[in-house]
């Protein structure tokens, strides 16, 4: 089992940038698609990217395309989402989320919660000027 932990987050500018990041204090996140999601006050929780075990293969949604970059790091058992040109609707509690296997990217949807097994406690980014 996996124990997953955010960090990164903070109150920033419009326009200014984050990095997050997340890691298994327990278990290996080796052979796991992760998933970034993010939660607004009032709103659903909402998948922002995801990423192949590998890393080879990255989905993000439409709203933060060309702004987010989600990576990882197998040596460091960590994955990151860098995060550009944030914007006020950016604002929320944002988590990490991992599944085993890659048919969690390729045969389901990655940017759905229930696809994923494992949960950080999540992370505040705050977007105001």
């Known amino acids: 089992q996996l124990q997953l932990v955010e960090s990164g987050g903070g109150l920033v500018q419009p326009g200014g940038s984050l990095t997050l990041s997340c890691t298994s204090t327990?278990?290996?996140?080796?052979?796991?698609?992760i998933g970034w999601f993010r939660q607004a006050p009032g709103k659903e929780r909402e998948g922002v990217s995801c990423?192949?075990?590998?890393?080879?293969?990255?989905e993000y949604i439409e709203s933060v395309k060309g702004r987010f970059t989600h990576s990882r790091d197998h040596r460091k058992n960590t994955a990151s989402l860098q995060m550009v040109g944030l914007k006020p609707e950016d604002t929320g509690v944002y988590y990490c989320?991992?599944?085993?296997?890659?048919?969690?990217?390729?045969?389901?949807?990655?940017?759905?919660?229930?696809?994923?097994?494992?949960w950080g406690q999540g992370t505040q980014v705050t977007v105001s000027s």
């Open positions: 989320a991992a599944a085993a296997g890659d048919d969690n990217f390729y045969r389901k949807d990655c940017h759905s919660p229930a696809t994923y097994t494992y």
């Open positions: 327990r278990g290996s996140m080796d052979y796991h698609v």
């Open positions: 990423i192949t075990a590998a890393g080879g293969g990255t």
